[in-house]
């Protein structure tokens, strides 16, 4: 093989060696899950939420899966939890259409448990916080009615038809609804569906040397007292006859909520520290996660909101169906290929180091009259070429001899008749 082929074949075996160097630290890195977004399922270090997935999981008669389609395609209902954990309010928080899904697997029957980041407090906070208190509230859209088993609406006997009459005959007497400005300034797409605001200001300890979040009046009396390492100065402003209950508390004001919608049931917690992977190994509040577990058959962690969503394509499928091997293969075949074609695999003949190019003066002459000139006609066409310039007698003497076929003989003959004259 030439020095060139084993430099190729040595710069193939080096970039093979990187492309494996680099694959290896990037499965290193998805396993271990720092590519991913803060209080994801996928992550496995601190600041994911791996451990609460497959714990779920690994439950009897339970099921844990991602949501890695969009959020406003969310499948849930009855029987089942639905986790958003890690929601960022400087990124948007959720559109319209997220917090309408989120709601309708809630009024279905799905337990919905909401977390934001927690958010340290910053200057001017407490006057915006006074303002989101005293806005007006935007009206509260009607509950949903729970349906029985035969798809018709709860309640006594004979009441579901006085409803329908009273919708076919509105009351003349009935006031009208007061005109309430709405509130544009604090109010999110969520207040009207679920009835909070979302505020922040600087959170204070309830006592010196005390645990900053404590068991709220309506949380259960087996839950913790205190929730260890509650650093968000988020806070919510539940809206009044909402049935909102009150779990803890920081600085007086709710940071964890829940509330009855329609079949099901809607959790907010201003941070999501108690459902990472640090919370559940050193600080895990296991009544609390217990509780928002509940008996669903079906725990689902949505991973879309966070930017982590399934991606469609050439290499998602080959993933999927196993192909890996194939285009592995076909890598090595195309290698092999320009292999081939830049160094041939069988032996070469090896040339001289010095290449000589030997041509007489009359070479070209030779080969434009062998392609042009018969053979047999080679001395009668060299004669009438030497006639217009030779002397009368010369003429003379070379026409007189006999045409010969054979131009050597011809040739001859005409230089003995040419010499003699030239003697005499």
Partial sequence: MRRGGVQFAAAVALLLVLIWGVAEIYRM????????????????????????????????????????????????????????????????????????????????????????????????????????????????????????????????????????????????????????????????????????????????????????????????????????????????????????????????????IERTRGDGAVALLADSFVLSNEAVQRERATPVLAALLGDARRVVFVESHLGVERESGVAVLARRYGLGGAALAALVLAGLWIWRRASPLAPTIPEEAEVRLALAPTAGLEALLRRAVPLAKLHAACVDAWLPGATPGDRRRVTALATSADPVAGYNAATRALSRKSIS
Wanted: hydrophobic share 40%; net charge neutral; no cysteine.
């Fill in 29 to 256: 890195r998805v396993a271990r899950g720092d590519v991913f977004p803060e209080y994801s399922t996928l992550r496995a270090d601190p600041l994911g939420a791996r451990a609460l997935h497959d714990a779920a999981g690994l439950l009897a008669g339970r099921e844990s899966v991602r949501w890695l389609r969009p959020l406003a395609r969310l499948e849930a209902g009855a029987g089942d939890v639905v986790f958003v954990a890690g929601l960022n309010r400087y990124r948007g928080d959720l559109d319209r259409e997220e917090w309408a899904a989120l709601d309708r697997v809630a009024v279905a029957g799905a337990r919905v448990v909401v977390a934001w980041r927690a958010e340290a407090a910053e200057p001017g906070d407490g006057a915006s916080a006074r303002l989101i208190r005293d806005e007006p509230w935007a009206e509260a859209p009607p509950e949903p009615e729970k349906k029985t088993k035969d798809g018709a609406e709860a309640g006594k006997p004979g009441e579901n038809d006085e409803k329908k009459d009273k919708a076919a005959k509105p009351d003349a007497k009935a006031s009208p609804a007061p005109d309430r400005p709405p509130p544009a300034r604090f109010a999110g797409v969520h207040e009207r569906r679920w009835g909070f605001r979302l505020a922040r200001r600087e959170l204070l300890a309830k006592v010196a040397d005390d645990f900053d979040v404590w068991r709220g009046e309506d949380a259960p009396e087996a839950w913790p007292g205190t929730l260890a390492r509650w650093r968000s100065d988020l806070f919510f402003v539940p809206r009044p006859g909402d049935g909102w209950r009150v779990l803890y508390r920081r600085g007086g004001d709710p940071v964890f």
